[in-house]
């Protein structure tokens, strides 16, 4: 586990809540995102997932099965990876990103299912639905900066400049270089 992440309040079962959970009756609500924490992070430039400062230069994210085959089918074709559609998920440190793609549920396992549907569903997020699976091959993926804008409903990334990517069917195949990656940070 990354330390800043060890160092994130916890739930009742002992699990770090990530920077963006939105906290109800004392209890966090992981499927969904904070408005207001969202925006800080972005503005600040600090990680989603530890809420640490990330310097300069890339950001990560992991993606599911629509935007990893988009990826692999460009790197594939030797085009570059252009997506100009926004997102809601913010980016992170790179080792919060391979930890988080190996403790969530839903982003770890290709059969796994969302446990909770988007509380405002819209354009972009119409897509989060209650039992939805998150299919074959997701993905690490580390971009050379993001842009975001910060509506009062929303707040929207764009990740450009592909720097990496760490396909995965199970994310446990990132445990050797989560590994690798904390041991270059402390």
Known sequence: MPPAVEARPR??????????????GGEPRFALTDHGRSAD????????????????????????????????????????????????????HRACMLYAS????????????????????????????????????????GFGDFEYAVTETQVLFRFLDLVEYLPHDTADTHLAELRAELGRVR
């Open 11 to 24: 739930d009742v079962r002992g699990y770090p809540v990530p920077a963006i959970t939105p906290w109800e």
């Open 41 to 92: 992070c972005a503005r600040q430039r600090r990680c989603s997932v530890c809420d640490v400062p990330m310097p300069p230069g890339p950001v990560w994210r992991v993606v599911g099965a629509t935007e990893s085959a988009a990826i692999a089918a460009a790197l594939a074709s030797g085009e570059p990876y252009r997506n100009l559609a926004p997102t809601t998920e913010g980016p992170g």
């Open 102 to 141: 190996m403790v969530c549920p839903y982003l770890a396992r290709p059969n796994a299912r969302r446990g909770s549907s988007a509380e405002r569903p819209d354009e972009l997020t119409a897509h989060v639905v209650r039992g939805a699976v998150r299919g074959e091959l997701g993905a690490v993926v």
